[in-house]
């Protein structure tokens, strides 16, 4: 697919998709929409790469549906409402159930439905100068999906006033990384980028298969009671056994020497 | 109560406190098939002995602990296979959460704790660390997943910071500060020296709360990680109610009146 609205590109092991509707602030229109579904199954399915970064071009990282958009265009609409009512979204990585790695790099602004983006990631950091707000109940709308993601992987209370404040407020960078809702925050901003890319290349050092399968216990860990959770995930642990790289790991730590992983494509989940 | 006499632990009680220590300090506390063996004996020892309120779990030397012992998976031709029945059928031993210990247990962090060690940090009740304290999980660096251990621990904790720990592998360490701002832990102790005398304190301030009151406690909020809030409410519920009509639960009330400290009931065995 020739991409309109994101650059998808590749630098060594890492993919790198990128919201690229920086005069509307990287808002999704049904294009865009379309158009992530098709670049996730293309990253995710490429063996060259190890790990996705995903970010956005402008002072922007991502705002949400161009609502504006949307409703010049009733057929869109009218599918984004059906998906948006059957949790059939298809826009992020989980929604995608892609396996490989995500990181979100968040550039400026994450308001509203762009925080899909931060609850639906594996790893975040941001740009020193990021702000996460949601704007939904300030323009009418309620705020769901994200916000419901967000409370199963931080403190409740953040979320809740996020949701309840609206546009009057925005999260630094800062208070988002004591929340745990990101990692690392990147100062200068103009260095995210660079940071994005060396994290994902330390990340891309691991074991391909084991990534997949600790992603899906601990992902599918959020679907489960604790001890549920824990026999789903004992069954993702040993389905991995007898793989060669569950052999080859100790091997090199006991060799001291670099492992040397499974390269074949991952076979279809 | 004499406990039993382990090769790859040290157990012990101070007042109050019993001490579950790791003690294969050379192989920086790695837990071999036989250690794996003696944690499961030794929980059920120490939360059987009447005279302990509290335990606590540290390690000797400059680990806590580094997970399962790498090098005797890599050369003892068996591999992770000997361990294969008792995960699939989840029948696992080696920590307390795992083997229904009811008393309080803190976990004290002494040095680097990795891969596996955070089996202990997510099924403990309390956990502190000396402020040299390193967190790191290596798994996938060996070719190994992250499953079980980070599973409790997202339930505890930023999801993130769990999940960034899980991908990134060896090539990132997690201070004692950072663990503390995250909530992993709640306690840093500096100098790291002072561990053993701060968890010992701990313990012991701990120790002057009803034993019947802290067992429903943790059954409650551990019980808690298993449901949607309203059935947890549920389930909770039933734990608070069965402490009405327990001896603990009308001295306290009444040695606060009195001013004086309170004289709990011995627990019973579960």
Request: aromatic letters at 8%; charged letters at 25%; hydrophobic letters at 45%.
């Amino acid at each position: 697919m020739a991409y309109e609205r994101l650059v998808v590109e590749r630098q060594g092991p890492v993919g790198w998709l990128i919201f690229d509707r920086p005069d509307v602030g990287n808002a999704m229109d049904a294009r865009m929409m379309t158009e992530l579904e098709e670049a996730w199954r293309e990253l995710d399915d490429d063996p060259a790469v190890r790990v996705i970064v995903n970010t956005g071009n402008g002072r922007n990282f991502q705002t949400g549906l161009d609502v504006a958009a949307l409703s010049r265009d009733k057929e869109a609409m009218t599918e984004q409402s059906r998906r948006t009512r059957d949790a059939a979204l298809r826009f992020t990585a989980w929604h995608n159930q892609v396996w490989t790695p995500v990181i979100a790099a968040v550039n400026g602004n994450c308001a509203g439905g762009g925080l899909h983006f931060v609850a639906d990631a594996d790893i975040v950091i941001a740009a020193r100068d990021a702000q996460f707000f949601d704007t939904h109940v300030s323009l009418g709308q309620a705020m769901s999906y994200e916000g419901v993601g967000l409370s199963h992987k931080m403190a409740f209370e953040p979320i809740m006033r996020m949701a309840l404040v609206g546009r009057s407020e925005r999260m630094p960078a800062a208070r988002a990384r004591q929340l745990g809702m990101i990692s690392q925050v990147v100062d200068p901003p103009d260095r995210l980028r660079d940071a994005a890319q060396e994290l994902a290349e330390q990340v891309a050092k691991n074991s391909p298969a084991a990534m997949r399968a600790t992603k899906k216990a601990l992902w599918g860990a959020l679907e489960h009671g604790l001890t549920d959770a824990c026999r789903a995930g004992a069954q993702e642990l040993v389905d991995m056994w007898g793989h060669p790289d569950q052999t080859e790991g100790p091997l090199a730590f006991a060799e001291k020497r670099d492992a040397r992983w499974e390269t074949a494509q991952l076979e279809e989940s | 109560m004499t406990f039993s006499k382990f090769d790859t632990l040290i157990v012990e009680r101070h007042g109050p406190v019993g001490w579950l220590i790791n003690n294969r300090p050379e192989q920086l506390n790695a837990m071999s098939g036989h250690m794996r063996d003696e944690f499961g004996d030794a929980w059920l020892e120490l939360d059987a002995d009447p005279e302990v309120k509290v335990i606590v779990h540290t390690g000797e030397g400059r680990a806590f602990q580094t997970g399962v012992d790498v090098q005797e998976l890599a050369t003892d031709g068996m591999g992770m296979e000997r361990y294969r029945e008792s995960v699939e059928n989840w029948d696992l031993h080696f920590t307390a959460w795992q083997q229904g210990v009811q008393k309080p247990v803190i976990t004290a962090i002494n040095g680097i704790c990795a891969g596996g060690a955070f089996h202990w940090v997510a099924e403990a009740d309390i956990v502190i660390a000396a402020s040299d304290a390193q967190f790191f999980d290596p798994h996938v660096s060996v070719g190994q997943v992250v499953a079980i251990e980070a599973i409790a621990l997202l339930r505890k904790m930023p999801f993130e910071s769990v999940m960034r720990m899980a991908l990134v592998g060896r090539y990132e360490r997690m201070n004692a500060e950072r663990a503390y701002e995250l909530g992993m832990i709640s306690q840093i102790v500096d100098p790291p020296e002072q561990l053993r005398e701060v968890a010992q304190e701990l313990g012991e301030t701990i120790a002057k709360n009803s034993p019947a009151a802290m067992r429903a406690t943790k059954r409650a909020l551990w019980g808690a990680l298993e449901h949607g809030l309203t059935e947890g409410c549920r389930a909770g519920a039933q734990e608070l109610v069965s402490m009405w009509g327990h001896p603990d639960q009308t001295e306290g009330p009444l040695a606060f009146a009195e001013k004086r400290e309170p004289r709990w009931a011995d627990l019973p065995p579960s």
